[in-house]
T-cell receptor, first 115, second 115 residues
Framework: AQSVTQLDSQVPVFEEAPVELRCNYSSSVSVYLFWYVQYPNQGLQLLLKYLSGSTLVKGINGFEAEFNKSQTSFHLRKPSVHISDTAEYFCAVSASGGSNYKLTFGKGTLLTVNP | GAVVSQHPSRVICKSGTSVKIECRSLDFQATTMFWYRQFPKQSLMLMATSNEGSKATYEQGVEKDKFLINHASLTLSTLTVTSAHPEDSSFYIC???????????FGSGTRLTVV
């Protein structure tokens, strides 16, 4: 089984500042890792995913994340945030190597970008 | 890109009645669909996994007789909340996909309020 810990429930930042949302995972098998964003009363939108290959993954909206196997982390970063980035962000993990593995989500981090 | 349509977006029903939520993959055939429940300011809890043409697999603690899932075709899965009670009020989200590598797309969610 897998588990995900998002260390910060809320992260307030000012517009144009850099931000890092932290995610650690636990798993006894190799994993795939994902970051999703959720705007109020909406479903989830995939920001980026790590399946294999380069540990630095670039996603949509200027976000990127780095997979660190030794630290079992997959932190999400953006060098300069906008007001429109205010949303809930979820880190998720699934076991790799199969075709239909379910996602296990962290509890989410609310990113609030202030002017 | 892959589009998943979830309907209705909001529903209010009386206690004791049943409610059906639809999840459709619009431009691809989804061999697997997942149903999640999200409580306010919390993460997504996987309720069940449904594969086309077979019975859904429910997660531990989820009442299969209360949350009926049907995946009758490769483009449609339904979740029926039977004999709804106020404690069933929640945000329900589906996701659909072909496999983990390809990725799963989420619907926009259904806000269920039982009065």
């Amino acid at each position: 089984a897998q588990s995900v810990t998002q260390l910060d429930s809320q992260v307030p930042v000012f517009e144009e500042a850099p931000v890092e949302l932290r995610c650690n995972y636990s798993s006894s098998v190799s994993v795939y890792l994902f970051w999703y964003v959720q705007y109020p009363n909406q479903g989830l939108q995939l920001l980026l995913k790590y399946l294999s290959g380069s540990t630095l993954v670039k996603g949509i909206n200027g976000f990127e994340a780095e997979f660190n196997k030794s630290q079992t982390s997959f932190h999400l970063r953006k060098p300069s945030v906008h007001i429109s980035d205010t949303a809930e962000y979820f880190c998720a993990v699934s076991a790799s190597g199969g075709s239909n593995y379910k996602l296990t989500f962290g509890k989410g981090t609310l990113l609030t970008v202030n002017p | 890109g892959a589009v998943v349509s979830q309907h209705p977006s909001r529903v209010i029903c009386k206690s004791g009645t049943s409610v059906k939520i639809e999840c459709r993959s619009l431009d691809f055939q989804a061999t697997t669909m997942f149903w999640y429940r999200q409580f306010p300011k919390q993460s997504l809890m996987l309720m069940a996994t449904s594969n086309e043409g077979s019975k859904a697999t429910y997660e531990q603690g989820v009442e299969k007789d209360k949350f009926l899932i049907n995946h009758a075709s490769l483009t449609l899965s339904t979740l029926t909340v039977t004999s709804a009670h106020p404690e069933d009020s929640s945000f329900y989200i589906c996701s659909a996909g072909i496999n983990t590598n390809y990725g799963y797309t989420f619907g926009s969610g259904t806000r269920l309020t039982v009065v």
